[in-house]
């Protein structure tokens, strides 16, 4: 196994609004290499049969982030995994109504998150 990087990877079940499993790290058992990995994910608590959307996060020995990933796979179906995608959040916009008109501003932090104060 690699000691110069890690791989994190969290799921939930594809086209749901469900919640994201807690991330989990790649480690004893589990197989992976630059461009590929292994893992049980009946051991990782997904359920037989059901397609999930994931997400990998690969970090450095530093924990800086190298790549950021998604894909989407069927547990059971071998055939069924897709190609990873590089992943970006979607935008979240927030609104707070109980600030002065005053103070009325929007903020933006890496395209990522708007906040909009009315």
């Given at each position: 196994?690699?000691?110069?990087?890690?791989?994190?990877?969290?799921?939930?079940?594809?086209?749901?609004?469900?919640?994201?499993?807690?991330?989990?790290?790649l480690g004893a058992?589990?197989?992976?290499?630059?461009?590929?990995?292994?893992?049980?994910?009946?051991?990782?608590?997904?359920?037989?049969?059901?397609?999930?959307?994931?997400?990998?996060?690969?970090?450095?020995?530093?924990?800086?982030?190298?790549?950021?990933?998604?894909?989407?796979?069927?547990?059971?179906?071998?055939?069924?995994v897709s190609a990873?995608?590089?992943?970006?959040?979607?935008?979240?916009?927030?609104?707070?109504?109980?600030?002065?008109?005053?103070?009325?501003?929007t903020m933006r932090?890496?395209?990522?998150?708007?906040?909009?104060?009315?």
């Open positions: 196994m690699p000691t110069d990087y890690t791989i994190d990877a969290r799921g939930r079940a594809k086209g749901s609004a469900s919640v994201w499993s807690n991330p989990f790290t058992g589990d197989k992976f290499r630059p461009g590929w990995f292994v893992f049980d994910p009946i051991a990782r608590g997904m359920a037989a049969n059901t397609t999930y959307e994931y997400e990998v996060v690969t970090k450095d020995a530093a924990g800086k982030e190298l790549n950021h990933t998604a894909g989407s796979f069927t547990v059971g179906d071998a055939n069924s990873l995608q590089a992943y970006k959040g979607a935008p979240v916009v927030v609104h707070f109504n109980s600030v002065a008109p005053s103070t009325a501003t932090a890496e395209g990522q998150v708007s906040i909009l104060f009315v």
